[in-house]
């Protein structure tokens, strides 16, 4: 049944976009809200959702889920359509909760502001990064003035880790196999810039108003990109990382990080005038020889609930929040105008990248004369197409195996390196450590013929299209992953096993 946080009133709602959708579930049981209908095209994803969401009626036609009886729909349909679909929703006078980001374009963003300003209908993004416990505690101190004011912060989404782009969010393949997915396979990180500036604009309440960025011409190895800006004018995709620096309401400074890199980084450092969080301790007294705390921040009963909905408690806040507009009319945190801030601050920033690091502003949509300006600005950059990584007279008996071939090979490589660049730093490491070389060494070692097999697959696609981007991709990864020397079982096991006995 959930929480009855609404006097009995439940909210009827529908997820358009079954997979990220399917996470939201845990979060609206727990908050008793009903979900009642699902839509996605793919049968696949929906078989999926199906299981963990009998109560609800799927469809894979829009039209017909539009028609079933819910008030709200949560839009989780592709990264680039949510404008269209979040209009198409408010026009069939549902409220709506977009998944991020809200828009791509200027032009799109003001015609959905519009749309939401006309319809009256409830409109929140799921930005859902501000709502874990730690940075809804810097929100509230904030609140309280212990920050005093923001001054500088910076906060990092970098991704390490396979390659996202030739799967599913679950983790399965793409199909067809000889693409990439429909927009992880092009999308620039900066478009993807609200899980780091969100949080900050959601502590401080302060609006992004000036953007500055330098391109990134140096990308992750074994992806697939174009050439770079400098050659063929093509950005890379989630394979690089996309910085920016932005200049708040209240004249602070932000740097903004995104990125697809070969570690994490979820680093969050903010800096008042009173106080400062560098990530692990608070530091407070105003100066330098203030005490540094180390802080572990609490939920109260409802937070408990939030967490145990999954995904940091973020979800559920959002669904919450959106919820309680819906049935209260108090105002939620993400608006269509913050919606609109935190996405513009990602399209100016790659903008700026383009021309050299000029400053663009971040308009306000707020205000009519400032979208009047933005009404036709359709400008996007220009991408790789995720449907053309290999000729259009390609073999797909060949290159059909792309997508579930790079699932086996980005691990495998991971395990080469790190077996291979652990014993060359063995020395160095400390003694705890060690085993965690040893153990890599080891099963190298077990599973030498598998990475061959899966290193043959992938010279078999790239050597039949190897000027192709997908053909490059394959043998940057090759590489990386030492090819020669993996294919020579002889030496290599010799090399493993004389660091096995020394070790
Ligand atoms: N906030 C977060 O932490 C978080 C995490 C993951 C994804 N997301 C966002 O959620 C959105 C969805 O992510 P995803 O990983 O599921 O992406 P995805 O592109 O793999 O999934 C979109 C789904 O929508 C379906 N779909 C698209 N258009 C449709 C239509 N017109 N009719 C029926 N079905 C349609 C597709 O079949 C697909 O299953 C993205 O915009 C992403 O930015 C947010």
């Given at each position: ?13 529908g ?31 929906r ?42 929703a ?129 990308f992750?190895?074994g ?10 004018g ?45 990530g ?63 996405t ?26 400032v ?8 400008w ?11 000729p ?21 490589v ?16 400390k003694?705890?450590n060690?085993i ?40 940057e ?27």
């Amino acid at each position: 049944m959930g929480l009855d946080l609404f006097g009995g009133r439940r909210l009827k709602m529908g997820i358009w976009g079954l997979g990220r959708g399917s996470a939201f579930i845990n979060s609206a049981r727990a908050l008793g809200i009903d979900i009642v209908a699902g839509c996605d095209f793919d049968d696949h994803v929906r078989n999926k959702f199906h299981e963990i969401c009998p109560e609800a009626v799927l469809t894979a036609d829009e039209d017909e889920f539009f028609k079933m009886d819910f008030e709200a729909v949560l839009v989780s349909t592709y990264c680039p359509n949510h404008a269209a679909d979040t209009m198409k929703a408010l026009r069939m006078g549902k409220h709506v909760l977009s998944e991020v980001t809200a828009f791509f374009t200027p032009a799109q963003g003001v015609a959905l502001v519009e749309e939401v300003e006309k319809r009256g209908l409830v409109y929140n993004l799921a930005e859902n990064y501000p709502f874990t416990k730690i940075n809804m505690y810097l929100a509230r101190l904030y609140k309280q003035g212990i920050f005093g004011e923001l001054a500088y912060a910076e906060f990092d989404y970098v991704h390490g880790g396979v390659n996202p782009c030739a799967s599913y969010l679950d983790g399965t393949p793409v199909v067809p196999g000889n693409q990439l997915h429909h927009w992880r396979g092009w999308l620039n990180y900066h478009y993807y810039c609200t899980h780091s500036l969100g949080p900050i604009m959601i502590i401080s309440g302060l609006r992004p108003e000036k953007v500055t960025a330098f391109p990134e011409d140096v990308f992750c190895k074994g992806t697939v990109h174009g050439k770079g800006r400098k050659v063929d004018g093509i950005v890379p995709n989630l394979c690089a990382f996309a910085p920016s620096l932005i200049q708040m309401s209240n004249g602070s400074v932000v740097r903004n990080l995104m990125g697809g890199s070969v570690s994490d980084s979820h680093q969050k450092r903010f800096f008042g005038t009173k106080a400062a969080y560098d990530g692990k301790y608070l530091h407070i007294g105003g100066a330098e020889r203030g005490p540094r705390l180390d802080i572990e921040p609490q939920w109260d009963e409802m937070g408990e609930a939030a967490e145990k909905a999954g995904h940091g408690g973020g979800d559920f806040w959002e669904l919450y929040y959106f919820a309680r507009q819906i049935i209260t009319g108090e105002k939620a945190p993400w608006d269509i105008y913050a919606a609109s801030d935190v996405t513009l601050a990602g399209i100016q920033a790659l903008r700026s990248a383009l021309n050299d690091g000029e400053p663009m502003e971040i308009p306000d949509f707020r205000r009519k004369e400032v979208r009047d300006k933005y009404r036709n600005d359709d400008w996007m950059a220009k991408h790789i197409d995720p449907k053309k990584i290999f000729p259009d007279d390609q073999d797909t008996s060949i290159t059909n195996d792309f997508a579930s071939c790079c699932k086996e090979l980005s691990p495998a490589v991971v395990l080469v390196r790190s077996a291979l660049d652990g014993i060359k730093v063995y020395d160095a490491v400390k003694k705890e450590n060690k085993i965690i070389i040893i153990e890599k060494v080891k099963e190298l070692r077990t599973k030498l013929a598998e990475i061959q097999n899966t290193y043959k697959r992938a010279r078999k696609i790239a050597d039949a299209y190897p000027l192709s981007q997908g053909g490059e991709a394959l043998l940057e990864k090759l590489e990386l992953g030492e090819e020669t020397k993996i294919m020579d079982s002889a030496a290599l096991l010799k090399e493993l096993d004389d660091f096995l006995i020394h070790a």
